[in-house]
Each structure stands twice: as structure tokens, then as C-alpha cells.
């Protein structure tokens, strides 16, 4: 690998669309393009505050947030707009086809299957939906020449399913009814429940069809809603060889992350805010020597290879501890502790981002190197839940490295990148 810096313009673009990139963390309801999800309000009679798109970037979407609780809100609207089968397969057309626009090649695409579901939308529908529009979106890009001819490596992509750490009768019509089914059971069960029904229909589509279902998450808010609730589920997916990524560590400290870890099998980890703070380690036997046991945690994090899916502008809009700025973010220290993490977008609509975008902020406000972006790209497309062999995957990661290297040699060859 050659040493090289960048110039101030490449910051701005060429290099980082050219580069194959991933997106691991990447939710489908908080993704969509704007102008669809105004004109599916419309054309479903749903009632949004705005049917302008500035209306909806300064009511709904904004570009700061006061809480998490406004951030979220905005998939109350996000949902309303996808359930229908049409809609969820346009709505994840559109979103492989802006991620290919970027010279992204590989993204995993993560949604809560309940919160769409009703009497009309089963979990099949739902995933076969999904599943036919990312299908259209990756069989169209890879006809292009280039891609025929091996120049360039194709698009792919997985789906992840997410349990709800959290939910009640108003997520959707199906968590309306299941809550009314349960109603002799306190809301945690009734969450512990639906999660496990989850789990069981993952693993049956899975085992069944050819849907390619790579991961399982446990999303939602996680204060007051205990990971291990879902011990259970996450059990029925891992003795079916799925692979497991979970929210934590975005609100609670560092045991939250241990216990996806130990309890979930987590592969991966959504965020990892709060892996360095020792502040937040709260049980009394870990409090004694809460240096060490952070210490701990993060070489067996290291030395484990398990990844972290770090989301920057997310991050900024709905944690105050950064108090609006990348320079507080613990990426630098996870970085310099030789940690796998992968830079993603989280949510584009709800964050109005791109991965290029969320490149730009982390290489300008880490002064990130060459050689650290070309490893944390590289990590995305190692550490992917891919959908197949892993000798195809192995592949697909040396076709991407090659194409890597030689995008990079032909920017050393105009002059936007130079050796030092
Ligand atoms: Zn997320």
C-alpha cells in the first residue's frame, strides 16, 4: 500500500465516490426519499404536517434534533407510508439504487418487519417486498458492462431483521393485536414474545426460501429496556447460523455492550458509544476496577474482531454528550486502540446523509489517514454478514481491494492524491 495524503478537495468527493464502500448499518424506514414518502402519503391518505419537502426538513427531518424522542418520531410517518407491498418494494429500490449512485457496492439493509405488518401483510410479504426491490436494484447495476467484464466488482447486499427492544400497541397493526392477545401479560413479556415469534419466522424463512436474511438486531430505545429480554430469540437465531448485530452502547455503558456480547452472541455491534466510559459501568463488582474492566472489554473486542457500526451524524443529532461535535466522539481512541469499525449512515432520510457524506465528516474531524480510511472501508466488506459461501465472499473481498488499489493508483496518477 502506498503512503499517500489527500488534498483539501478530495475531502470534498471524487475519490470517496469513486472507492467501493459499504453501509452495514442502515435502516430501511429511515431511508427513504423524501419526495416518495410525501407522494405515498398522498396517494394513501396518510396525514403528514407538511406536503412540501421543506415543509417536512423543518417540521420533521431536521438537521438537529432536541432529543432522541424527536428523532424518532419521525418513523411514526416513515412506517405509516410502508405497508403496502408496492411500497416497501419501491422504497428499497430506491434506496439500493441511491446507494449504488455513490459508489457504494455493498449495504445491509435493516428494518423492523412488525411494525409493518397487519392482518393484510404478513411476514412474508413483508420480506419477499424487500426482497424483490434491493433484487431489481443489484440485477440491474450488475448488467453493466463493466461489472460482466470483472473491471469492476458488483453491487450485493443483506437484510437484517430487527427485534424491538421496545414497543407497544400503537408501533402497528400487528403490535396492536399482539399486545390485545397478550393483554394478561406485563409489556416486557409481550416484548420478550414478539421477539421470539420474530426469531421464529426469521429462521423458517431462512431455512426455506432463498430470502437472504444474513442478520438479526435488537433495535429501539434502550433505556429501561434490557437486551436481555431477548436472550431468548437471539438463542433461535444463533442455532440456526445466523448472525447476530445489536443497538448497544448507545445509551447504556460499557456491560450493555458486554452482554450483547456474551448473551446475544453479537458479532457486531450498532454504535458502541459508550465502550470507553468508565463512568457508565454500573455494577457493583465492575465499579471496583472499572479502568480495567473497559480495558478488558475492548482487547476482547480487538483481539475478537468484533465490529463496530459507527453512525457519526446520528450520533451527533441524538447525543448530547457530543455536544455537537466529532472531536468528542470516541471513534479516535477506537481507532487507535486497532478496533474493526465500519463508518455508515444509520438512517438517510432522518440524518440527511450519504455514506460519502459521513466519510467527509470523519476524515476532516479525525484527520483520519489514507491507510486508516482504506482499512475501515476494507473492515466493512470483511466484517459483512455476506449472503453466500465464504470463499465467494472471500472473492468479492479481493475483487474489491483490487479495485480499491486501482482507483487509488489512478488518483496518484492525475495528481489528486500524492505520495509523502
Ligand atoms: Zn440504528
Not at 418487519?113 to 426482497?131: A, G, H, I, R
Not at 420474530?198 to 430505545?221: C, H, M, Q, R, S
Not at 473486542?301 to 472531536?327: F, H, V, W, Y
Not at 440524518?351 to 476524515?363: G, Y
Request: proline share 4%; with cysteine.
Amino acid at each position: 500500500m502506498n503512503k499517500h495524503k489527500f488534498t483539501k478537495e478530495l475531502y470534498n468527493k471524487e475519490f470517496l465516490l469513486k472507492i467501493p464502500k459499504t453501509d452495514l448499518h442502515l435502516h430501511l424506514d429511515g431511508s427513504l426519499r423524501l419526495p416518495t414518502l410525501i407522494e405515498l402519503a398522498k396517494k394513501e391518505g396518510i396525514k403528514l404536517p407538511s406536503y412540501s419537502e421543506a415543509g417536512m426538513r423543518d417540521k420533521i427531518f431536521k438537521d438537529s434534533y432536541a432529543s432522541l424522542d424527536e428523532y424518532l418520531r419521525g418513523f411514526s410517518y416513515t412506517c405509516a407510508v410502508m405497508r403496502t407491498k408496492n411500497a416497501i418494494e419501491r422504497i428499497s429500490y430506491e434506496l439500493a439504487i441511491d446507494n449504488q449512485n455513490e459508489g457504494v457496492r455493498y449495504i445491509e439493509v435493516r428494518f423492523a418487519p412488525q411494525t409493518l405488518m397487519s392482518d393484510d401483510m404478513s411476514f412474508e410479504d413483508v420480506m419477499n417486498s424487500c426482497w424483490k426491490g434491493l433484487e431489481r436494484a443489484k440485477k440491474e447495476f450488475n448488467s453493466h458492462s463493466e461489472i460482466l467484464n470483472g473491471e469492476e466488482p458488483p453491487f450485493n447486499y443483506g437484510i437484517i431483521v430487527c427485534a424491538m427492544r421496545f414497543c407497544d400497541k400503537r408501533f402497528s397493526p400487528f403490535f396492536a393485536s399482539f399486545f390485545k392477545n397478550h393483554k394478561y401479560s406485563a409489556p416486557l413479556e409481550t416484548i420478550n414474545l414478539a421477539s421470539q415469534e420474530l426469531a421464529k419466522a426469521t429462521t423458517k424463512i431462512v431455512n426455506e426460501t432463498d430470502i437472504p436474511i444474513v442478520g438479526f438486531d435488537l433495535a429501539g430505545a434502550e433505556e429501561g429496556f434490557p437486551a436481555d429480554n431477548h436472550i431468548q430469540s437471539y438463542d433461535i437465531v444463533h442455532r440456526n447460523f445466523l448472525s447476530k448485530t445489536v443497538h448497544a452502547g448507545e445509551a447504556y455503558g460499557p456491560e450493555s455492550i458486554f452482554q450483547a456480547i456474551t448473551d446475544l452472541h453479537a458479532d457486531r455491534i450498532g454504535h458502541g458509544f459508550y465502550l470507553f466510559d468508565e463512568e457508565k459501568v454500573v455494577s457493583k463488582k465492575n465499579r471496583k476496577n472499572a479502568k480495567k474492566y473497559v480495558l478488558n472489554l475492548a482487547q476482547y473486542i480487538a483481539n475478537n474482531r468484533i465490529t463496530l457500526e459507527i453512525c457519526p451524524t446520528s450520533n451527533l443529532q441524538t447525543n448530547p454528550d457530543l455536544k455537537g461535535s466529532m472531536k468528542n466522539h470516541p471513534i479516535r481512541k477506537m481507532i487507535d486502540n486497532k478496533l474493526s469499525i465500519t463508518i455508515n449512515t444509520d438512517n438517510r432520510l432522518i440524518s440527511n446523509t450519504t455514506v460519502t457524506k459521513e466519510l467527509q465528516l470523519v476524515i476532516k474531524e479525525m484527520k483520519i489517514t489514507p491507510a486508516q480510511l482504506r482499512n475501515i472501508i476494507i473492515y466493512g466488506f470483511k466484517r459483512c454478514f455476506y449472503y453466500g459461501s465464504y470463499v465467494e465472499k472471500r472473492d468479492y473481498v479481493r475483487d474489491v481491494i483490487d479495485y480499491y488499489e486501482k482507483i487509488t493508483e489512478e488518483f496518484l496518477g492525475k495528481g489528486i492524491i500524492y505520495h509523502i
